[in-house]
């Protein structure tokens, strides 16, 4: 820790010391008087040495400080307006005003942008790449989900599980802010359209939660910029049956923006799910055959309302209220033939499943921010309280039939659970110069949790607890975490350097004393960025960061759902975090028509958390998580976006990495190593400017554990897309999984039993979407509802 702190006081008082000097200052402003941010203004000396860049503020003021003595080239440029170069004299100790420039719209450039702006893009930044949505018709049609499925990196799995780089220990935020996505609910509301950029941190900074041993994925929202009323109206219809109607509103003044959404989404789901199971295989075989058919139906309303005040040039307060109430029905229906060693069946049984599901989640935020009169100073402070309930309850019926047909007891079972979560936060962004920044900032995180659940069979007149499963769990949670940062940049070699440190304290108790735990992990989580651009279409990045992923309630939770009379899975209470150690190298080159990025990784893993399968005393197949010593992955990763002519873009990824697995519990042992690999390849057409096809292919390769071998998995999703009345409206048709080749499949041993198994979750669908636009633009937005604290 004070080897830390001196390295951050050496690395400060050497800016310090090496970047004595004068200062630049001056505005940018286009016709008639209005002010332009975000302006790169470059200072170069002799015309090519790099000596400062800094981008103009909101009121389009700049300040390059720090400068030595001499004769520049001063530049001001920004993407549709022309360029101005132009000479500047710095006398020692004496400020240089240059006055107000103003930018000329360039209407060729103009042009050019409009047909690039329609393109993915992929950038790297210091510490995160960022992909910037283009017109894809599969990143516009569908849910947030459906986008993050073609961003470089990333892939959501049939059940709706995000994973970056094969790994589902990620964490994903929208605006910087944590989000249920992994629930797979939360975006399910958020159109794909609505997303203006997707960052994918592999390494984060200290700014960022250590949550998320694979990385952060951060979704980037539109903002509407424009005045007045504006608003879009999105409606969904598909088959299997997808109703979904948003309609959206803004209004925006000089002081004030109101934004409103309100989401409404009827979807129906077709699921199949088949198992082989193959058990006393050392003695006397018995077989067993399942099939599930499963129906589900999802109801959701969200509503999310808020408004901007600026009470004045430098001050903002937000307010916002979103609900997102679900309800959801299901059905599935069991069949399960049992035969012995000369395959005929000897036993047949039938399960027929009705489930119930309500959830209501809430959430307040606030939020302030202060700007200064320095630029890029600024101070924000965030409040956020989750609060939300749920409930489900289960109706299974059971029938023999065979030999004898019988009815079986019926089963019921209920659970009901809520949760409180509080979180503050601020930062503070503090420019040293022209080329560094301090940035420093403390959190604090409050959360608990409540579940009860309980299992009965009917006997007679009466309801019987089946197998004492009755209980109630309360789950608390405290993370207080504070962070200091450093970047700055000497001519094209850039660095950032952070320290993040987290205090977490764990309390798990339950009415029968039987899973009473208090728990209590501190670490210190530092960063490393550094960034070397040869010119302006070519980076080279190194990068480091220490994570921890911390279990999910989920993986927590000891009560389970009585479904299936094969197979359960169950949480555990005694799991604890893991740490992983993650080393990056990336490389960016930029042509006319073709982008590469490759990237060569290396992540170090400790206390793995891994499935374990066994089979308890009544041939009941167990399924729970539990720590494992360590795992190591490295790997090598590949993206290219190749823009051949104007009309055609064509997108391909592969991610190719070795892993070793170490560890024991109780008597089964994991270590395993294998190979595998992801690959996506992505081509879109544009025909008469208004009319865009596209085609994804998706692979994620075959990968095992020390129990479980995990098929290849194979997916085709297509689009069409027309705009019309001057590109106000769109209409898009899609197809997710066409051919329905989706299909996940997997086989697990052990010592004398062997478990096949194929799962459908969905089948392929079908939608057409209309968007109506009012009164903006295509870069433009209404306000979205941001994320969850927690999953």
Known sequence: MKQII????????????????????????????????????????????????????????????????????????????KTIIQPVQVSSGSPVKVGTIILEP??????????????????????????????????????????????????????????????????????????????????????????ERVEVITNPSSRFDAAGSAGIINIILKKNKKSGFSGQLRVVGGIPNETRLSPSLNYKSNKLNLFG??????????????????????NTPVYLNQRQ?????????????????????????????????????DKTTLNYLYSGKNSLVDSSLVRKGESWEKRSFNQLEANYTRTFERVGKKLTVDLQYDFWNSSKDWNLATSKLLPVYTDLPVIRTSSAGGSKDFMIKTDMVQPLDSISTLEFGLKAENRSVTSDFIAEQQNNERWEIIDQIDNHLL??????????????????????????????????????????????????????????????????????????????????????????LSTRYIGNPDLNPSYADVFEITFLKNWKTLTINPAF?????????????????????????????????????????????????????????HYAKQGTYQTQSFDYSGNTLTARLSAQLKLKNT????????????????????????????????????????VTFDVSNLFELRKSGSVTRGTDY??????????????????????????????????????
């Open 691 to 730: 009319l865009i096809f596209q085609t994804v292919y998706n692979l994620r390769g075959a990968n095992a554990t020390a129990q479980t071998r995990t098929n290849a998995l194979h997916s085709i999703d297509f689009g069409c897309s027309k705009t019309f009345l001057k590109n106000k409206a769109t």
């Open 6 to 81: 001196i390295i951050f006081a050496v690395m400060i008082t050497v800016q310090y010391c090496f970047a004595q000097g004068s200062e630049i200052t001056g505005k940018v402003h286009e016709k008639p008087a209005l002010p332009i941010p975000y302006v790169t203004v470059t200072l170069k000396e002799n015309g090519q040495k790099q000596i400062g860049v800094v981008i103009t503020d909101s009121k389009g003021i700049f300040r390059l400080e720090n400068i030595p003595a001499g004769n520049y080239m001063i530049s001001f440029s920004l993407m549709g307006f």
């Open 106 to 195: 360039d209407a060729k450039l103009l042009e050019e942008v409009s047909v690039i702006s329609q393109r993915t893009s992929v950038s790297l930044k210091l510490d995160k790449k960022v992909f910037d949505v283009g017109k894809d018709v599969l990143s516009s049609s569908g849910a947030v989900t459906d986008l993050l499925n073609g961003v470089p990196s990333v892939s959501v799995s049939p059940a709706g599980t995000v994973s970056l780089r094969g790994n589902t220990n990620v964490l994903v935020l929208i605006d910087g802010r944590r989000t249920g996505l992994t629930q797979g609910n939360a975006l399910e509301q958020v159109p794909a359209d609505q997303v």
């Open 475 to 564: 789950y608390k949670e405290l993370i207080g975490s504070a962070y200091v940062q450093f970047s700055g940049r000497t001519g094209d070699f850039s660095y950032q350097g952070g320290l993040r440190g987290e205090l977490t304290h764990i309390g798990i108790k339950d009415r029968k004393d039987s899973y009473t735990h208090d728990k209590n992990y501190n670490r210190l989580f530092p960063t490393l960025n550094i960034s070397y651009r040869f010119n302006e279409g070519t980076t080279l990045q190194g990068s480091y960061s220490k994570r921890i992923n911390r279990p999910s309630l989920y993986m927590i939770y000891p009560f389970n759902e009585l479904t299936d």
């Open 601 to 657: 990784y290396y992540q170090r893993n400790s206390g793995v958390i891994e499935d374990y399968t066994y089979k308890d005393a009544n041939g009941l197949f167990i399924s729970m998580p539990v720590n494992i010593d360590k795992e190591v992955r490295q790997g090598f990763e590949l993206s290219l976006l190749y823009n051949p002519v104007k009309w055609m873009q064509v997108n391909t990824e592969l991610n190719i990495f």
């Open 754 to 791: 062997e478990i096949n198994q194929i799962s459908i979750p969905n089948a392929a669908r079908y939608r057409l979407t209309l968007v109506y636009k009012l009164n903006l633009k295509d870069n433009q937005a209404v306000r979205q509802a941001k994320g969850v604290n927690r999953n």
């Open 293 to 329: 058919d499963e129906n589900r139906h999802d109801d959701a309303r969200l509503l999310y309302l808020g408004a901007d005040y600026q009470i004045n040039s430098q001050n903002i307060f937000t307010v916002a209220f979103l609900r997102n109430a679900t309800k959801d029905h």
């Open 261 to 282: 959404t309100y989401g409404l989404r009827l979807s129906d789901y077709v699921g199949l799910y088949t198992m082989q199971q193959s058990t006393g295989l050392m």
